[in-house]
Structures are given as C-alpha cells and as structure tokens.
C-alpha cells in the first residue's frame, strides 16, 4: 500500500517552482501553468497586501480619492507665531515658476498661505494651482491608537478569540476522530446510515439551527459565556468524513496484532491511530481554526457582554453612527489575520498530504 501521508520534507521550494515539462525550454504549456499561477497568486494575495498596506496609512490618505498605493502623509513645517504645524504646498505662480508655501486655512476655492521664510506676508491662491507636498509615512500610531482606544480590552479580545479557538479545536479533533474510528474500523449495523445521516447535515445552513442552537445555549444557561460558543459546533460533519477517509487507509492488521497483545481500545486508539493520522488531524485542525477564529454569527448571538466579545465582534464596533474608523479597523483587522497566517505557516506541510490522502485506501 502506498501512503501518501509520507512526504519528501527535503524538496526545496525553488525546485518545485521551476518544475516544468519541457526539458530544454519551457513548453507552452509550462507558460500557461505558470501565467495561470501569478494570476492566481495576485488574485488571492493583493487584496492582503492592500489592508495591510493600508493598515499604515493616515485617516486622510485613507479618505483620498482616487486611493493611494503606498501610504503617504503631508509633509508639514513649524512656522513662528503657529503653534501646530503647517502643510506645504508646491504653488505653481502665473509666471510658471514653482515655490513652496504653507497653508493657513482653506475658504472654498482658495486658500490663504505664507511663506515660511516669510511669515508676515499672507497669500491668496487658487486651490487648483496648489499641491500638497507629501512623503511615504508609516502611521505606527494607528497601532498605539487602537491598544489606547480600547482601553486595554483588545487583550481581552484577544484572550476570548484564543480561548474559543484552541478550545473548541482540541475538543473537535477528539470528537470527530472517536467518530472517524468508529464508522472506519468498526462493523456495526446502520454504520453506513450514521454515515450519510452525518454527512447530510452539511446540507443544513448554519442560520437554518441558529434559534434552536441559541434557545438550547439559554436552557443549559450559558448565554454570555464563551462555553456557550464552543460547544454546539465541536462536532463538524466534514471533520468526520475526512478523518474516517484517511483511517480506512491505515491496515486493519496493525490493530488486530495490538488486540492480540491485549491492548484496550482506547490504547489502540490513542496510541496507533493517532498518530497515523496527524496529516488528516492537520487538516481538520486548520478547519476547525479557521471557522472558530472567523466566526462572527453565533457570539454575535450568544456572547452579550462586551467583556466577552471576540475580536470578529470588535470589530463590529469600530462601525458606529458617527462613522467608521476605518484606521483602527484596518489595523486590528490586520491583528487579526495574524494567527491564521502562522497556523498555516506550522501547518501547511500536512495540508497537501492530508486531502490527498483521505480518497485513497
């Protein structure tokens, strides 16, 4: 039997990319695999990179139309007699030439403005013959902003999400490969029927049992409590079908030699199955951490104390009547991403080889 979990951690990256089919020049097909990845790679990459870059831009670059690819600020200058800095402007006069003023204030079309060598003398000029001299600046404070902001409870947010998230994973991976044991090295009547009734629960919508989940979540009494987000999705259809796919390639003949030295069935379980199957519990963890990390429906439902919100939900609150903050929102939605990016970073060698593994015995 051939096992597909094992793979050659000794393959370099650069020469899986320039694998090709042609064995002197690149094959045309070669250019269309490769013109097909760079798509895809700036496709799912670019819209990353924008909220991030983003993330360090100032409240007014943000604003600007049409947007800015880098994050630029004004460039300012402290003029005698001022007390906040003044931003500079490069005016272009009517005999062409270009000098350098400060502005004063704005009144519609115009703008009074100094010469900052010259303060005494006040200008008037035409906005349209004026632009805001600027430089590429990263705004930190957007960061600092949002820990001051809060007032110390994105920590708390941070602990909520970490606690759900960990939690519920490690209590899904144990429910679903018990399951997965069962249906995949057990006979018993009605296996395949617990099977397919498992598996049709994926075509029930998450909204569909939101009130029932919710009006059970309030029976048990464990509304605004994280306990009340985490169990009622521990158990996932998908995690079940795809561990059970990959244990039913484990040879049956290494649990019937661990029975025959009188192991229980929890030994054979945790100390056989297990660990053949770390690739497939890779992957269901890397589910499981992406739906409780990104999960915002069922807290925004049971989670009603702000002390226990998540940072989804946090994140909603950047969104008020005055408007949205959408400096602060940048920068803990880049917080945020964080955690899912070093998930897959630790865990993206078991990814490839734990789906290609579950449709093969």
Do not use: C
């Amino acid at each position: 039997m051939t096992d597909l979990g094992v793979v050659k951690t000794g393959s370099s990256i650069g020469a899986f990319i320039t694998r090709r089919r042609g064995r002197k020049k690149l094959d045309w097909t070669d250019w269309l695999t490769y013109v097909y990845l760079l798509l895809g790679l700036v496709i799912m990459f670019t819209p990353v990179l924008w909220v991030v870059v983003s993330s360090f831009k100032t409240p007014a670059n943000l604003t600007e139309f049409p947007p800015t690819l880098l994050p630029y600020a004004a460039e300012t200058v402290i003029v005698e007699g001022h007390d906040a800095p003044l931003p500079l402007f490069d005016v272009t006069t009517e005999e062409g030439e270009t000098v350098r003023l400060a502005q004063l204030r704005r009144v519609g079309i115009n703008a009074q403005m100094i010469d900052p060598a010259n303060p005494e003398e006040r200008l008037t000029i035409p906005v349209e013959n004026a632009q805001p001299v600027r430089q590429i600046y990263l705004a930190g404070e957007n960061y600092t902003n949002l820990l001051s902001s809060t007032g110390g409870m994105i920590w708390r947010y941070v602990f909520n999400s970490l606690f759900i998230t960990i939690v519920a994973t490690i209590i899904t991976l144990i429910m679903n490969s018990m399951a997965a044991f069962a249906l995949s090295k057990y006979r018993f009547r009605g296996s395949n029927m617990a099977l397919v009734a498992i598996l049709a629960t994926l075509m029930i919508p998450a909204t569909v049992v939101l009130v029932p989940t919710y009006m059970i979540v309030a029976q048990l009494g464990l509304v605004g409590n994280l306990w009340g987000v985490i169990l009622p999705t521990v158990a996932t259809p998908t995690g079940v079908f795809l561990l059970r796919q990959y244990m039913l390639t484990i040879p049956d003949e290494l649990i019937e030699a661990a029975r025959m030295d009188h192991a229980s069935e929890w030994r054979i379980f945790w100390r056989i199955i297990l660990p053949l199957s770390a690739p497939a519990l890779a992957v269901v963890a890397i589910f499981s951490i992406l739906s409780r990390w990104n999960d915002f429906l069922l807290p925004l439902v049971v989670l009603t104390r702000r002390e226990s919100y998540t940072l989804q939900l946090a994140l909603a609150s950047f969104s008020t009547e005055y408007g949205i903050r959408y400096d602060l929102l940048l920068a803990m939605t880049t917080l945020t991403a964080l955690p899912l990016a070093f998930a897959f970073i630790f865990l993206q060698r078991y990814i490839t080889s734990g789906i290609a593994s579950t449709g093969i015995k």
